[in-house]
């Protein structure tokens, strides 16, 4: 079964700075990773998509993949209050159709 | 393009009654998902379907069961509720590189 661990916060940052969330794995074979934001009583809403190793940008979004380490990270740069929400990182089960394992998410707050 | 469409958005049922979820996609993705997500507990994966006419059991199957009815529709039916499955319930379908969520259904069993 493979995990994924988030510290759940709550991570409480200055806006205006760059919020680093972060994202362990277990299983050293997991090839790509999710990251959702969630806002309370929302739906799971998809970020960012990576599969290679180093940093894939969008906006003011940067996953960051580090295989050797097994660890996948998020920075969002300029925080707004907007940004205040729960982050969700997520492995692929299997190969194929099998789902997303999500980990338990980081609570992330945005002071104004 | 609505993406993932999910009804119904909110549903109390009384213990032992039925009820069925109903999931549509647009998008063309093969694979649909039923997650479970409860405080503290995270997003579960209930059943899946990796295509049409397939499916198989996620991490708690237990007390559900789902039916692909076509490539765009994927419902979850509960045959007999149990307080225990109380909670918000999603609805997903994915690609390789992507995967929708549709708005969710809180559920709540007394």
């Known amino acids: 079964q493979k995990e994924v661990e988030q510290n759940s916060g709550p991570l409480s940052v200055p806006e205006g700075a760059i919020a680093s969330l972060n994202c362990t794995y277990s299983?050293?074979?997991?090839?790509?990773f999710f990251w959702y934001r969630q806002y309370s009583g929302k739906s799971p809403e998809l970020i960012m998509f990576?599969?290679?190793?180093g940093d894939k940008e969008d906006g003011r979004f940067t996953a960051q993949l580090n295989k050797a380490s097994q660890y996948v990270s998020l920075l969002i740069r300029d925080s707004q209050p907007s940004d205040s929400a729960t982050y969700l990182c997520?492995?692929?089960?299997?190969?194929?159709?099998?789902?997303?394992?999500f980990g338990k998410g980081t609570h992330l707050i945005i002071q104004p | 393009n609505a993406g993932v469409t999910q009804t119904p958005k909110f549903q109390v049922l009384k213990t032992g009654q039925s009820m069925t979820l109903q999931c549509a996609q647009d998008?063309?993705?093969?694979?649909m998902y039923w997650y479970r997500q409860d405080p503290g507990m995270g997003l579960r994966l209930i059943y899946y379907?990796?295509?049409?006419?397939?499916?198989d059991k996620g991490e708690v199957p237990n007390g559900y069961n789902v039916s692909r009815l076509n490539k765009r529709e994927f419902s979850l039916r509960l045959e007999s509720a149990a307080p225990s499955q109380t909670s918000v319930y999603f609805c997903?379908?994915?690609?390789?590189?992507?995967?929708?969520f549709g708005q969710g259904t809180r559920l709540t069993v007394v």
């Open positions: 997903a379908s994915r690609a390789i590189t992507e995967a929708f």
């Open positions: 299983d050293r074979g997991s090839q790509s």
């Open positions: 990576i599969y290679s190793n």
């Open positions: 997520a492995v692929p089960v299997g190969g194929g159709a099998d789902g997303l394992t």
């Open positions: 998008m063309n993705h093969n694979s």
């Open positions: 379907s990796a295509s049409e006419g397939t499916t």
